[in-house]
């Protein structure tokens, strides 16, 4: 799934190290569909070729408001009205300034002037103190009055050798803002909380009981929730995945550290999505220290208690405070008649099941939603778009 396919793009460059951010952005939003028109200043000039921004793109690079080969040397005019949004990447101090002031001196500063209803988007990139200074901050403050969508910076190790908030966002974080930028905003203002992957029983200090849960679905669902506007908590077993971005996340690694996380969060949330894969008990007995094999071989005795039923203890929360719930189900057989069962039992609105042979560590899902009315079967698809469509499902249950 291309997630920018058919948007145009224009990338504007400013003076600064970060250029090099740029090019990797690029590549990663062609990837998933973008067409670029890329400006650069001469300030950008000195830190990056044209050249390598043309390779990249396929198309000429813009330098020069003066450049003729616009047949009426109004590229800043023609650029931006087939663009559907300008990112400025990086966007230095100056250009900043120049932007809230209305300053018009070179191609891209133009054309941010004259693009008319086109969207402008700008990551800023510059030393902390810089970034800290009152006039920046002013600055900043203007351009979002005026409707610009600011993205970072983020904080860190810079080029100058000091460490503080100022850095442009790395590619991957650029690239989740494009997309989010363009995506509905049906959950803006929702609290979500999610839990996702396996949780990890001890058996000793070395052994655990786990379950083959990738968490793939739980984060695309996080991530899809982010790029609809709303504020998301990750409570998240443990898996080999990278934090979506924009997504607060939380580890734990049993169910009942899950659960005590959980019910400390749902009181605050709209909905509350389970998809987590919780072990259903815990080892009761197990050992501070390493089970040793004895010379008849003979296996520890374990003792098994249940463990918490998350789901059902946040649906049985205060009306005042419950949230919308989502439950998932994997099973491997007569998945409507037992998710339906597992909707009632949970006392749920909405129950999302699916076929563990199907779709556990997979890319891919085919889900089946149970609610009140009845049941409806969704094609197979990759779980970021099924986790796309789910949020919207849910943000059109809690509009209606």
């Not at 067409?35 to 813009?62: C, E, N, W, Y």
């Not at 101090?93 to 932007?99: D, G, P, Q, S």
């Not at 709209?270 to 501070?288: E, K, L, P, Q, R």
Request: with cysteine.
């Amino acid at each position: 799934m291309q997630r920018l396919a058919h948007k145009r793009l224009i990338l504007g460059l400013t003076g600064g190290i970060a250029c090099y951010k740029s090019a990797e952005f690029l590549r990663r939003a062609q990837d998933q569909g973008a067409q670029f028109d890329v400006v650069m200043t001469a300030g950008a000039q000195q830190f990056i070729t044209p050249i390598t921004f043309k390779a990249l793109s396929g198309r000429p690079v813009h330098t020069d408001l003066w450049d003729n080969s616009s047949t009426d040397n109004m590229a800043h005019i023609h650029l931006s009205r087939e663009a559907d949004a300008i990112i400025i990447a990086p966007a230095s101090t100056n250009f900043i300034a120049k932007l809230a002031q209305g300053v018009a001196d070179d191609l891209l500063s133009t054309l941010c002037i004259a693009r008319g209803h086109c969207p402008l988007i700008v990551a800023p990139a510059m030393n902390k103190e810089m970034w800290a200074h009152p006039a920046t901050q002013r600055n900043l403050a203007q351009l979002q009055a005026d409707g610009v969508h600011i993205i970072g910076p983020g904080s860190g190790d810079q080029a100058c050798g000091e460490i503080g908030d100022g850095r442009m966002l790395e590619p991957h974080q650029l690239l989740a803002e494009t997309i989010a930028f363009f995506e509905p905003k049906t959950l803006a203002g929702k609290k979500v909380l999610i839990t996702a992957g396996p949780t990890s029983e001890p058996i000793d200090p070395i052994r655990t009981i786990t379950n083959r849960s990738s968490g793939k679905m739980g984060y695309a669902i996080a991530e899809a929730a982010f790029q609809a506007g709303a504020d998301v908590h990750l409570v998240s077993g443990p898996v080999k995945l990278d934090s979506p971005y924009g997504v607060k996340r939380i580890s734990v690694e049993s169910a009942r550290e899950m659960q005590a996380t959980v019910m400390g969060l749902a009181p605050h949330a709209d909905v509350f999505i389970s998809v987590a894969a919780v072990a259903d008990w815990y080892v009761s007995n197990a050992s501070t220290n390493k089970f040793k094999k004895d010379a008849n071989q003979q296996a520890p005795a374990l003792e098994f208690a249940p463990n918490p039923d998350i789901l059902a203890g946040v649906a049985a929360m205060d009306t005042s405070v419950r949230p919308y719930c989502v439950g998932f189900a994997a099973e491997t057989e007569n998945l409507l008649a037992f998710a339906e069962a597992k909707r009632v039992r949970k006392a749920v609105p909405l129950l999302v099941a699916n076929l563990a042979q199907v779709a556990m560590d997979k890319d891919d899902t085919e889900l089946l939603l149970v609610h009140e009315q009845g049941h409806e079967q969704w094609a197979p698809q990759s779980k970021q778009e099924a986790a796309q469509h789910l949020v919207q499902y849910i943000a059109r249950q809690l509009h209606s």
